[in-house]
Structures are given as structure tokens and as C-alpha cells.
């Protein structure tokens, strides 16, 4: 199955620039689930930008990884990378996040810092072992609840559906996505259907400068879901807190009365 539908998307990544006279705070690159497009984070990349970060997504071909490698490595500076603004961070969504873990694992010089959403583990796909393939009404009740995002994707032409049933290559499938040293957020949503969010907790190791946010009943594409404000801001959060350090301190925190 060919799980982008546009291999022209990898050569131009959407961009995302923070305003104009205001100094850009980090460089975000984002990569997109099993059969989205850029087109599906206009939202999420127009927020964080608005806050002065510089986003650029790309779409997550698994038929050609190298040329996401290569899509990613020329949104972070190509053989420049000092000229692009600090910290320079990978933000994936389903497999998108577990190509993310894999690619910075491999080229750490590249990338600060990871925001990893909706991961994958090994398993079975969204289908019942020996029923029919789910529905498109099936598949928008796994991705998200939120109206508009559903909107978003069912109008665009060059979304696949039913990419949630491919499985994953098995360079980036596996269960030790949380493991290395970098700075790492791991959001997953409460009631993700496709990956338990019990399985993903269990393997954000102690010790580890990973850290997990569970978003209250959230679906699988949860940068997408009802609650994509509190969680785009959950981002900003972790965001501001990797400036000060890769120690992650804390900005606010609740006082004690």
C-alpha cells in the first residue's frame, strides 16, 4: 500500500514562519501519520507559529524513507544546520512519530529535542482479525472526534484511506521508541483505540528525559482531537521549558497552600 498519496509533498515541505520582527524561538519539524497530508496540521503549524516557533511539515512516505530523511535533514539546515534557530525539534504523529524516534536516533547532531504523538507498537492493525476492513466512519472514530479536523480530511483528495491497516517497517516499528537521551514528550490519547495507551506508558523508561501527557479521552491523532488547543499548548510548554534546558525545568508550577 502506498501510504502517501504524493510522493511532490516530500520535495517541498508546508512551511510555517513565525511573524514578521519577531525573533524565531525553535525550528519544528513535523511529520505526518499513515495517509495524511501536510494539508491536515494547517492548524497546529498556524498556532505554534503564531507563538514564534518555525514549523515545517512533512509527509511521511514509509514507501521511501530516505527521501523523508532527506526532506527532514534539508528542513533542519541540510549541510548548515548551525544557520537554523535552536532548538531544532521533530514533532510526529502515529507513524510519523515512530519515524521521528528513529531518524533522531541515527542523526542526534540534527535534532535537540522529539514531541512524540499517537505512536505505534507492534501489533495487529485497526481490523478485526477476521472481519471486514473498517469503514471511513470506523477510521474517523479511531483518528479523532473533532469535527473539523474530520472536515479537513475527508475533503482532501490526497489523504489514504485505510493507511491505518498498513503495518509499519520494521526499521521503525518496535517497542523502544523512549529509550535514548534526548528531551522527549510523549502524548497519547486516553481512549486511543489503535495503540492502548497503557502499552505506551509502560515504556517510557525511568530515568529516561522522556515524559508522558495523557490527553483526557482522546482518540489516536490527538495533535487533531477535540482538545487540540490543550495539547498544541502542552507542546508550547515543553517547548519553553527545552530553551532553559535539556533538563526540562519547570516554568510554572502550582503553588503550595
Known sequence: MTLTASPRTLLSP???????????????????????????????????????YRVRVVATDLDDLDAVEAAVVDALGGAAPDDVVRPRVLLG???????????????SDLVDALVLAGVVLPGPG??????????????????????????????DTDFVRGALEADLPAEVAGDDLFTGDLPTLVLHGESDPLTPVDDVLSLVADGSRARAAVVAGGRHDVLNDVDHRSVAATV??????LRRGADLPTIVAPADR
Open 14 to 52: 508546508t512551511t510555517y514562519d513565525e511573524p514578521a520582527g519577531v525573533a524565531a524561538r525553535a525550528t519544528l519539524v513535523v511529520l505526518t501519520g499513515r495517509g495524511e497530508t501536510p494539508a491536515g496540521y494547517a492548524r497546529l503549524g498556524r498556532r505554534l507559529s503564531a507563538d514564534a
Open 93 to 107: 504523529s502515529d507513524a510519523g512519530a515512530n519515524v521521528a524516534a528513529r531518524l533522531a536516533g541515527r542523526r
Open 126 to 155: 485497526t481490523a478485526p482479525a477476521d472481519g471486514p476492513a473498517p469503514s471511513w466512519d470506523d477510521e474517523l472514530e479511531t483518528r479523532s472526534a473533532c469535527p473539523a479536523y474530520r472536515r479537513v480530511i475527508g475533503e
Open 236 to 241: 508550547v510548554l515543553f517547548l519553553e521549558s
